[in-house]
């Protein structure tokens, strides 16, 4: 592969019927993308649980017939980009505060975990009222949450932040789009 990027556009219907279908298409126009320099198959385990839930909130929550999932690959990374005109994240902080964005009156930069499975937390970084930049933190004591009663919504972003080497949502208010963007370095071990 030259150092040029490969782009593949894909229009999903929002129906979890067409997930397994949609997703198998994505990894074979990957693997087809990527076939001069092999892909690592743990990076490609970790792009199949990202895209799953990407189409999985999309189905669950955009409220959209359609979304658009745009996948970008150089020689040293993978981007992949989900879009739609829903309605906007909502997330709940573990202190039970609604946060939605595009955040009003964001005056300062702003940390705050939204969940955690008994070892990490799922953290949100802020500087900016459209923006979202999820990070783990490790727990320095373990404590379980009810998963049997009390599996969050927002365990799905755990495992996108997990996964991915970088993940951010943005709000663009101007055009109301959802952007939710993971990054998969390539050389990675």
């Given at each position: 592969?030259n150092g040029?990027s490969?782009?593949?556009k894909?229009?999903?219907?929002?129906n979890?019927?067409?997930?397994?279908?949609?997703v198998?298409a994505?990894?074979?126009?990957?693997?087809k993308?990527?076939e001069s320099?092999?892909i690592?198959?743990?990076?490609?385990?970790?792009i199949q649980?990202?895209?799953?839930?990407?189409?999985?909130n999309?189905?669950?929550?955009?409220?959209?017939e359609?979304?658009?999932?745009?996948?970008?690959?150089?020689d040293f990374?993978?981007v992949?980009q989900?879009?739609?005109?829903?309605k906007p994240?909502h997330?709940?902080a573990q202190?039970?505060k609604?946060?939605?964005?595009?955040?009003?009156?964001l005056?300062?930069?702003?940390?705050?975990?939204?969940?955690?499975?008994g070892?990490?937390?799922?953290?949100?970084?802020t500087d900016?009222a459209g923006?979202a930049i999820?990070f783990?933190?490790?727990?320095?004591?373990?404590?379980?949450?009810?998963l049997?009663?009390?599996?969050s919504?927002?365990?799905g972003l755990?495992?996108m932040?997990?996964?991915?080497?970088?993940?951010t949502?943005?709000y663009?208010?101007l055009?109301?789009v959802?952007?939710?963007v993971c990054?998969?370095?390539?050389?990675?071990?």
């Amino acid at each position: 592969m030259n150092g040029d990027s490969e782009e593949i556009k894909i229009v999903f219907k929002c129906n979890r019927e067409v997930i397994p279908g949609t997703v198998n298409a994505c990894l074979d126009e990957i693997r087809k993308k990527t076939e001069s320099h092999s892909i690592n198959e743990s990076i490609l385990s970790r792009i199949q649980w990202v895209i799953t839930e990407l189409l999985t909130n999309a189905v669950k929550h955009s409220g959209q017939e359609e979304s658009a999932l745009n996948i970008s690959i150089s020689d040293f990374d993978l981007v992949l980009q989900k879009e739609d005109s829903g309605k906007p994240l909502h997330l709940t902080a573990q202190d039970s505060k609604k946060i939605i964005w595009p955040i009003e009156n964001l005056s300062t930069p702003m940390d705050f975990p939204i969940y955690h499975n008994g070892m990490d937390s799922l953290c949100v970084r802020t500087d900016n009222a459209g923006k979202a930049i999820f990070f783990i933190e490790t727990m320095a004591d373990m404590e379980m949450p009810g998963l049997l009663t009390d599996t969050s919504e927002h365990f799905g972003l755990l495992i996108m932040t997990k996964a991915s080497d970088q993940f951010t949502y943005e709000y663009d208010s101007l055009n109301k789009v959802n952007r939710f963007v993971c990054l998969f370095n390539l050389k990675s071990k």
